[in-house]
């Protein structure tokens, strides 16, 4: 059950992105229930950035995204329920081996096509089961699939994930839509377990690039459900060059307004993995402020995120703000002044001048953990610098779901 408001995770009404064609099919790779493969297209004048897990152990599909990426790629082709991760020399064969398949069927160079899983590590990747309906895919191909695109890319996701937002620049628009899978495994080095953002705009693969960068810094960086960095993670920002609207240039105001416009993309797919992270009954914001910089500050609040105390003691609603507390002071800040510091459950100051504030109750402190959205803010008093973190609390269904995964 995802944490959140009834209508809050519903799959929004997204419209086309002119120029991007979706088509799903159904592979068997874990389950028959639904579909599990997802193919993209892009026009030929398309631009395409990626980033990818940092995790040392990458999939086999990342390696060969990546080498792929430069080579211009027109197509994306995903799979869910297994990750082909861990699988050596022959994860890698068979990798190319399915892009070899589809790039028969569509005519094109293998190495325009870049391919993602997500799903069960150390398995081989059913090549044969992926080969078959690979035709079913290519002709379902349409610029309204997002829905079946997102439900086609869940592993343990409760709900499909998608956010769209529209521009108006220069008497035209530009269209923005995200979708985005993950549940567990999820603490980011790059991006989001499989993300994927299209745009009508017209804009250069560099700038493109560096605007995916940065926006999944302040975003998909800034989320964790578990502290397990995948070994699949990957995020695409596809551009089609199909708007109207000109040209986005760097030194332009048209870019700063499209920068913020993915930003806030990112930001929404982001909250939406933590509030359907594996078991979740509470989504926690931490807000670190009065940091000296902001590596600092993300450094105290992913401590505090990452805290299995913590965790267990937000889901069983108990004000332990000593928990909270000692991770803070883990944290690693160099000459830390604990005098200095504050920290508040939503805005009942639970720890001023060291210690317990002297205003705190329990009552007011129950009467927060009680709540299912609880904002975590820790004043360091060491600067002007703040950086917000999300995460969620750690439930019984958590080791259920994840000890039963394989079953």
């Known amino acids: 059950m995802a944490v959140g408001q009834q209508g809050q995770c519903d799959f929004p009404a997204m419209p086309a992105v002119a120029g991007i064609r979706l088509g799903t099919a159904c592979a068997g790779i874990k389950q028959q229930l639904r579909d599990d493969l997802l193919l993209i297209a892009m026009p030929e004048q398309a631009s395409c950035a990626a980033v990818f897990t940092q995790n040392a152990f990458c999939a086999a599909p990342?390696?060969?995204?990546?080498?792929?990426?430069?080579?211009?790629?027109?197509?994306?082709?995903?799979?869910?329920?297994?990750?082909?991760?861990?699988?050596?020399?022959?994860?890698?064969?068979?990798?190319?081996?399915?892009?070899?398949?589809?790039?028969?069927?569509?005519g094109c160079d293998p190495r325009q096509i870049l391919p993602f899983s997500t799903g069960v590590i150390g398995q081989r990747l059913p090549v044969d089961k992926i080969a078959v309906v690979l035709p079913i895919a290519t002709q379902d191909l349409a610029q309204d699939h997002w829905e079946p695109a997102a439900r086609a890319i869940m592993t343990t996701d409760t709900f499909p994930k998608g956010v769209s937002k529209v521009l108006e620049l220069d008497g035209g628009t530009i269209t923005i839509n995200g979708?985005?899978?993950?549940?567990?495994?999820?603490?980011?080095?790059?991006?989001?377990?499989?993300?994927?953002?299209?745009?009508?705009?017209?804009?250069?693969?560099?700038?493109l690039q560096a605007c995916l960068a940065a926006a999944v810094e302040q975003s998909f960086n800034r989320i964790t459900v578990d502290g397990d960095t995948s070994t699949n993670d990957a995020c695409v920002l596809m551009a089609s060059g199909c708007s109207k609207v000109p040209e986005i240039m760097a030194d332009s105001g048209h870019y700063r307004v499209f920068a913020e416009a993915v930003l806030d993309v990112a930001k929404q797919l982001a909250e939406l993995i933590v509030r359907d992270g594996e078991g979740a009954t509470k989504l926690m914001?931490?807000?670190v402020a009065e940091a000296a910089t902001?590596?600092?500050?993300?450094?105290?609040?992913?401590?505090?995120?990452?805290?299995?105390?913590?965790?267990?003691?937000?889901?069983?609603?108990?004000?332990?703000?000593?928990?909270?507390?000692?991770?803070?002071?883990?944290a690693g800040?160099?000459?830390?002044?604990?005098?200095?510091?504050?920290?508040?459950?939503?805005?009942?100051?639970?720890?001023?001048?060291?210690?317990?504030?002297?205003?705190?109750?329990e009552e007011a402190g129950q009467a927060v953990m009680d709540q299912d959205e609880i904002t975590i803010t820790v004043k360091l008093g060491r600067g002007l610098v703040s950086q917000e973190v999300l995460t969620c609390?750690?439930?019984?269904?958590?080791v259920k779901i994840n000890a039963e995964y394989r079953t």
């Open 393 to 398: 609390d750690f439930s019984y269904d958590y």
């Open 333 to 361: 800040v160099d000459r830390l002044v604990l005098e200095a510091v504050q920290i508040y459950l939503n805005e009942v100051c639970i720890v001023s001048g060291g210690g317990c504030a002297p205003d705190y109750t």
């Open 294 to 330: 902001v590596d600092e500050a993300v450094q105290v609040a992913k401590t505090i995120a990452h805290s299995p105390l913590v965790k267990t003691a937000f889901f069983a609603s108990d004000p332990n703000w000593g928990r909270i507390l000692a991770a803070v002071g883990r």
């Open 179 to 207: 979708i985005a899978k993950g549940a567990g495994m999820i603490h980011p080095n790059m991006a989001t377990l499989l993300g994927f953002m299209a745009t009508d705009a017209k804009i250069s693969q560099p700038l």
């Open 62 to 106: 990342v390696q060969i995204a990546k080498a792929h990426l430069p080579q211009r790629p027109r197509w994306l082709l995903v799979n869910s329920g297994n990750a082909n991760a861990g699988t050596g020399v022959e994860g890698l064969q068979d990798t190319l081996s399915v892009c070899a398949s589809l790039s028969e069927i569509l």
């Open 285 to 287: 914001r931490i807000v």
